[in-house]
């Protein structure tokens, strides 16, 4: 049954188009995630429904901090141009990368605080494990459909 499910999710990774936009890209991506994520904790629907809220919440915040925050700081390099971006405006983009890291380490830790309101402490280390093969998995898959020239 694991295997049947892990063939389809790398089948319908590969259906993933140029075509489509960043956010239906990052549904369809969320939508497997959440499939992977589901069937590997093997969650009770007393869990699932205490879990998903908490953990849509931190993913949603977890990607403002790294996609949105993290963008602005790369605009300010690309804006500059690495090659004139003085001492000075380096430093203070280091600030900012250090605050996101900060915001996105205290975001992590209420996640974790949350989760073990709702799951055991075993499956909160599954969920650490599977979040990481899910997303080994499909770092794989962005490899072989987008190989180096």
Do not use: C
């Not at 990607?63 to 405006?89: C, N, P, V």
């Amino acid at each position: 049954m694991k295997t049947k499910f892990i063939i389809l999710l790398l089948l319908f990774l590969s259906t993933l188009s140029f075509s489509q936009t960043f956010k239906e890209k990052r549904d369809k991506i969320k939508a497997l995630k959440v499939a992977y994520i589901t069937e590997k904790l093997d969650l009770t629907s007393e869990e699932a429904q205490k879990f998903w809220p908490v953990y849509n919440t931190y993913d949603d915040k977890q990607f403002e901090i790294r996609h949105q925050k993290g963008k602005s700081i790369m605009k300010k390099i690309e804006a500059t141009g690495y090659d004139t971006l003085t001492e000075e405006e380096a430093k203070k983009l280091i600030v900012q990368i250090e605050a996101n890291e900060e915001e996105m380490y205290e975001v992590k830790k209420k996640f974790i605080q949350d989760l073990q309101k709702v799951l055991p402490a075993k499956k909160i280390i599954l969920l650490k494990k599977s979040e990481d093969e899910f997303n080994r998995k499909l770092l794989k898959q962005f490899r072989e459909n987008h190989p180096k020239k």
